[in-house]
């Protein structure tokens, strides 16, 4: 039986402008997302988003991952890692190719500034963490603290169709690489980089006059609308873990509405 809607508690990670923090706070306020947002935590002081938040009285919390790349080695090993740090390092799929030692600096540096955003997390008890330009990786450690194997409660935003150009620059390696469109991603977060279950793409054209700022501003506008729809997804209780024919989990979008939302986006991005 599907659940019936609730209002969820969000916590949103940002790192830069923000733009997709305000997208959901302006549903919200529009009464079209079934939300509140606890609270903004961003790991960089001087993002744009924190003042979007303030402004709509949100409140704000900074972690900067930058003071745990101040620390030797040895200082790291002494602080207060958690009991499963080892069996984090055995899990962990986002650093490849590295030596097992500089595997261990860099996920303890991580970990230790996870530490920070988890015991700010806490007491809030959010629904769901939302990433929405947050630039740090996400250790299995945190994503622990959130994912089971039937439910998964951290989503990000990607710019691309993803499997392809997962990473930090999904509109620029769509650009590079010729593609005739390009597209954005909702999915949840799992161990991998870019890897978790997709809830949702959307996709729109590169026409051969189009440089990479058109085709991101093109993204954007679709950013802002799929990814707050695929919240109200989940607080509708219109999202369902399944597995696929590998093993691996899938999304199936419960909303008949869905196939429409989908079709009006993509209109939108072909009117030129």
């Not at 790349?69 to 080892?86: A, N, R, W």
């Not at 089971?148 to 620059?169: C, E, Q, S, V, W």
């Not at 390009?182 to 949840?188: A, I, P």
């Not at 189009?210 to 993204?219: F, H, M, S």
Request: glycine share 8%; net charge neutral.
């Amino acid at each position: 039986m599907k659940e019936k809607t609730k209002k969820l508690k969000l916590a949103v990670l940002i790192s830069g402008g923000g733009t997709n923090l305000q997208a959901m706070i302006d549903h919200i306020e529009a009464g079209k997302l079934d939300a509140e947002i606890s609270v903004v935590v961003s790991n960089n002081p001087d993002a744009d988003g924190l003042i979007r938040a303030q402004k709509h009285g949100v409140p704000t919390a900074i972690v900067d991952y930058r003071n745990y790349g101040k620390k030797s080695l040895p200082e790291i090993v002494k602080g207060t890692l958690p009991k499963e740090f080892d069996e984090v390092v055995n899990r962990q799929r986002i650093y490849s190719g590295l030596p097992d030692g500089e595997v261990k600096d860099r996920l303890a540096r991580l970990v230790l500034a996870e530490q920070e955003v988890l015991a700010l997390l806490k007491p809030l008890n959010p629904d769901l963490i939302c990433l929405a330009g947050f630039m740090r990786l996400i250790s299995p450690y945190f994503i622990g603290h959130y994912n089971t194997k039937d439910r998964y409660r951290i989503m990000n935003i990607h710019p691309a169709l993803l499997p392809a150009f997962p990473g930090t620059d999904g509109y620029g390696d769509s650009f590079s690489y010729g593609c005739r469109f390009g597209g954005v991603t909702v999915h949840f977060v799992d161990e991998g980089e870019d890897t978790g279950p997709i809830i949702a793409q959307a996709i729109y054209p590169i026409w051969p006059e189009d440089t990479v700022e058109v085709i991101r501003k093109r993204g954007l506008e679709l950013e802002y609308a799929i990814y707050s729809q695929s919240i109200q997804w989940m607080a509708q209780g219109d999202l369902k873990l399944v597995s696929g024919e590998d093993g691996r989990p899938q999304v199936r979008i419960l909303d008949p509405k869905y196939p429409k939302f989908i079709e009006q986006l993509t209109q939108q991005a072909f009117s030129r």
